[in-house]
DNA sequence: TTCCTGACTGATTGGTGAGTCAATCAGGGC
DNA sequence: GCCCTGATTGACTCACCAATCAGTCAGGAA
C-alpha cells in the first residue's frame, strides 16, 4: 500500500486507533481532529488525507466492527447448536469483544448504536440486520417448541439485546466491577435469566 | 412570578417545553440556543435570563422528570404489593412517560442516561440511585422466596432496566410501532420474560 | 410624576474547530 | 539525474454559535 513506508505501520490504522482513544476519552463532539491526530503522532491534515470528514473516522470504527458481530450471527445460526448456546454465543461474542477492546465498544455503543438523532440514524440498517438476525434464530426456537410462543420473536430480541447493551453500559459508567470473572458471570447470567423467561415451562 | 404578565403564561416554562422538541428533534449538539429562543417564540437572550446555559436547560428537563421516577420506585416500594406488580408498576410509570410525551423521553434516554462522556457521567448519582432502588425491591422478592437467589439483584436489575430502555429505544428509532396497544403488550412482556427468568421454578 | 425592579430584546463578540490547501518530501520508473 | 506520484505537513480560513451586555419597556411603590 504505502511505498514510502515498506515495512512501516500503517499511518490509516494508526489513526483509526487512535481515535478509538480519544472518542472513548472525550466522546465524538467533544474532542478536536487535532486530538485524533496528535494523539496517533500524525499531521493533522493526514486524518484528510485518508478520511473525507471527522464523521467517516467514526462510520469506519463502526462498520469494521459490527460486521464482524452480524457474521458472528450468522455463523451461531448456520451451526445451529440448540437455542441456549445460540444466545450464549451472541452474548460472548459482545461481551468479548467489550473485554478485548472496551474503548471500541464504548465508542460504538454510546456514539452509534444509541444516537438516535445522528450516526445512529445513518446505520439503523445495519443494527437492525443484527436485530434480525437474532429475531430469526429465537422464531426458529420457537417453531421447534424450545421457547413459549405468546412473546413476539421481534419483542424478546430487544430483551436480549437490551440486557446486553445495558451490561456494557454499566462497564462503561463503571457503576459494575469488570474482572475477567464478572465477564464470564455475565454472560451465563444474561442467557439464563432471558432463557429462563422464554422457555416452555416443564 | 412576571409583574409584566400577570395573567401570561410562565416564560421559563414555555422556553423548557420548546427545548423537549428541539433537543427531540435535533439533538442537543447539533441544535442551537437560537432554535430553542425561536420554538419558544422568546427573544435569544431569554433563555440566559432563566438558565445559565445550554447545559443548564437540559440539565432541568431531567433531573425534573428524572426525580418522579424516583418517587414512583420509592411509592411502589412502600406500597409493597407482590413482586411482580411492583415491577409492572416501575415498567409502565417509564412507558406511560413515554406514552405521555416521547420527546421528553427521547431527550432523557439519548441525551443524558446513555451519554457516558457527558451528561451521563454528570448525573450518574441520581442514576443509580434509581437502580438501587429496583435493586432493593428484586432483593427483597428474594428474601421472601419469589425469586431465586443466584442471580444477583444488581444484574437482575440492568437486565430488567436494559430492557425497557431497549423497547424505547426502539421506538424512538420508530424500528417497532407504537400504537396503545403495542405500549400495553410491551410492559407486560417485559415484565413477563424477566420474571419469567427471575422466579423460583415450580 | 418619578423612580425602581426585573422581564425581555437582539446585535455583538470572542473563541473554537472543521476542513482546505499550498508546499515539502521520499521513493520508483525511465 | 529527472520527473511523477502520493504520503505527509501544519498554517490558515471561515462559518458557526454560546454567551454577553447595553439597552427598552411595563408595572408597582412612594
Given at each position: 500500500m504505502s511505498a514510502r513506508n515498506?515495512?512501516?505501520?500503517?499511518k490509516r490504522r494508526v489513526i483509526l486507533d487512535a481515535a478509538i482513544r480519544v472518542f472513548a476519552r472525550e466522546g465524538f463532539y467533544s474532542c478536536r481532529v487535532s486530538d485524533i491526530a496528535n494523539e496517533a503522532g500524525v499531521a493533522y491534515g493526514l486524518v484528510y488525507h485518508y478520511f473525507r470528514s471527522k464523521d467517516e473516522v467514526l462510520d469506519t470504527l463502526f462498520t469494521e466492527r459490527w460486521t464482524l458481530l452480524l457474521e458472528a450471527i450468522a455463523e451461531v445460526d448456520r451451526r445451529d447448536p440448540p437455542i441456549r448456546e445460540k444466545l450464549d454465543a451472541i452474548a460472548s461474542f459482545i461481551v468479548d469483544s467489550y473485554q478485548n477492546d472496551p474503548d471500541l465498544m464504548k465508542v460504538i455503543i454510546v456514539?452509534?448504536?444509541?444516537a438516535a438523532n445522528t450516526f445512529g440514524r445513518a446505520h439503523l440498517p445495519e443494527i437492525s440486520q443484527a436485530y434480525d438476525g437474532i429475531a430469526a434464530i429465537i422464531r426458529k426456537a420457537q417453531e421447534e417448541g424450545a421457547?413459549?410462543?405468546?412473546?413476539s420473536p421481534e419483542f424478546a430480541t430487544l430483551c436480549f439485546y437490551g440486557a446486553i447493551e445495558q451490561l456494557l453500559t454499566a462497564w462503561i459508567f463503571e457503576a459494575i466491577p469488570a474482572t475477567p470473572d464478572d465477564f464470564a458471570q455475565a454472560k451465563q447470567m444474561v442467557v439464563e435469566t432471558v432463557c429462563g423467561g422464554l422457555e416452555v415451562r416443564a
Open positions: 515498506a515495512g512501516a505501520v500503517d456514539e452509534v448504536t444509541r421457547f413459549r410462543t405468546d412473546i
